[in-house]
């Protein structure tokens, strides 16, 4: 099980590739109780841990972040077999996405 530490770490070195989605989405790691917020409404994404308003919060354990933040499991087999849960805009939560194929 990866730490909310870690994965804001991994999460950032991303940031290039996060920073074009112009939203806010919260991720709410329900395995740790933690949220990690990403704001990547300015020129730079930001990652930090907490639990702010956002457009799209996804509701997912620490290990299937760790895979799809790494690669070893795809976002939309991630929702297809339960592992997520999207609230709020699934267009949004679509577009992240596919920044997490890239």
């Known amino acids: 099980m990866a730490d909310t530490a870690s994965l804001i770490e991994a999460m950032r070195e991303r940031a290039d590739a996060l920073s074009g989605l112009g939203h806010r989405v919260r991720f709410d790691l329900t395995d740790l109780k933690e949220a990690i917020l990403l704001d990547a409404t300015g020129p730079e994404a930001d990652i930090s841990a907490g639990d702010g308003e956002a457009?799209?919060?996804?509701?997912?354990?620490?290990?299937?972040?760790?895979?799809?933040?790494?690669?070893?499991?795809?976002?939309?087999?991630?929702?297809?077999?339960?592992r997520?849960?999207?609230?709020?805009?699934?267009?949004?939560?679509?577009?992240?996405?596919?920044?997490?194929?890239?």
């Open 55 to 82: 457009e799209a919060v996804l509701k997912l354990t620490s290990d299937t972040l760790d895979k799809l933040i790494t690669g070893r499991m795809g976002p939309m087999l991630a929702f297809s077999t339960g």
């Open 84 to 102: 997520l849960r999207v609230e709020g805009s699934q267009g949004v939560a679509l577009k992240l996405a596919g920044l997490l194929n890239e």
